[in-house]
């Protein structure tokens, strides 16, 4: 269980592996240590109008959106390590601004973009069915990925035989499936739901099996991580179930209530949707809800 606390007073003494701060943003970044976190995973409001809960958001104009975003990322930047990994999440209105602003301090490496299927059609434009990641580092020539940790595990629809024998794929009593690797496009996401578990009222609340990929792709068991925009929590209760430690901040005390109650659930509960036997399987796949994050 993350240490919650409220204010930023035992930030002034010591920081701890585990701990959700109930605070503003600005008065922490400066009594967290420099290089300090393996993996910063950034989520921050969107420049857009959006009401979380009584904290408001006002969209802006790009160049105000972009002075917002400068007015905490290159602090932020100083809180990882060298061979760290940064992944900023944006939508299509904000996603350039942030390419612009990272690029000041770090080496952008990719941008994934993940299928958002969830929410009403717009009536005079198209549905914004997608959302960008951006993957940077601060050094390209020395920072960690594992990508066997990430494969995706996929139906096979047309199976190619040599001599008679499956290749590159596996036959199983449960059907046909391929080991692939993972590409910057995500179609395998499933948006939390109200029957989910890990569902909350938190409007924007990322999918535990997104922020699954991230750490697991650019950190090692017991690697600190770092969340300066913890929203409902994921980022700590999908650290804690693959075994990593997490500082969260967030202004919202319910936000942190909805996250420290997840926290205690995560003791029971350890599965991620969508990820079993150590792999990632396609959305909508009931083999992938039989076992948690073996």
Not at 53 to 59: A, E, L, P, Q, V
Not at 81 to 105: F, N
Not at 153 to 165: L, N
Not at 197 to 219: G, M, R
């Amino acid at each position: 269980m993350a240490r919650m606390v409220s204010g930023v007073e035992e930030l002034r003494d010591s920081i701890r592996d585990d701990m959700l701060v109930n605070a503003d943003l600005y008065d922490c970044l400066d009594l967290l240590p420099d290089e300090h976190f393996d993996l910063v995973l950034l989520d921050p409001p969107y420049n857009l109008d959006k009401d979380f809960h009584g904290c408001k958001f006002s969209s802006m104009k790009s160049d105000d959106y972009e002075a917002f975003l400068r007015g905490w990322f290159g602090k932020v930047c100083d809180k990882l390590k060298p061979t760290g990994s940064l992944y900023m999440c944006g939508d299509w209105k904000c996603s350039l601004s942030m390419q612009r602003v990272i690029e000041e301090r770090l080496t952008i490496l990719n941008r994934i973009t993940w299928q958002r299927e969830k929410g009403r059609g717009a009536k005079s434009n198209w549905k914004n069915g997608m959302e960008d990641i951006w993957f940077a580092v601060k050094n390209p020539k020395s920072y960690y990925f594992d990508l066997e940790s990430v494969m995706m595990k996929r139906k096979v629809i047309a199976p190619y035989r040599v001599d008679g024998k499956p290749k590159d794929w596996e036959e199983t009593a449960d059907g046909n499936f391929r080991l692939t690797h993972p590409s910057n496009f995500w179609d395998d996401i499933s948006v939390p739901f109200w029957s989910m578990p890990e569902n909350t009222d938190h409007p924007t609340q990322k999918p535990e099996k997104l922020y699954a990929k991230l750490i697991l792709a650019s950190s090692r068991p017991g690697d600190r991580i770092l969340d300066p925009f913890a929203g409902s929590g994921t980022a700590a209760v999908v650290a804690k179930k693959l075994g990593r430690h997490c500082v969260g901040i967030e202004i919202n005390r319910d936000y942190c209530l909805w996250t420290a109650k997840r926290l205690l659930l995560a003791d029971t509960s350890p599965a991620i949707q969508g990820y079993a036997d150590g792999v990632f399987w396609e959305r909508n796949t009931s083999l992938a809800k039989r076992g948690g994050n073996q």
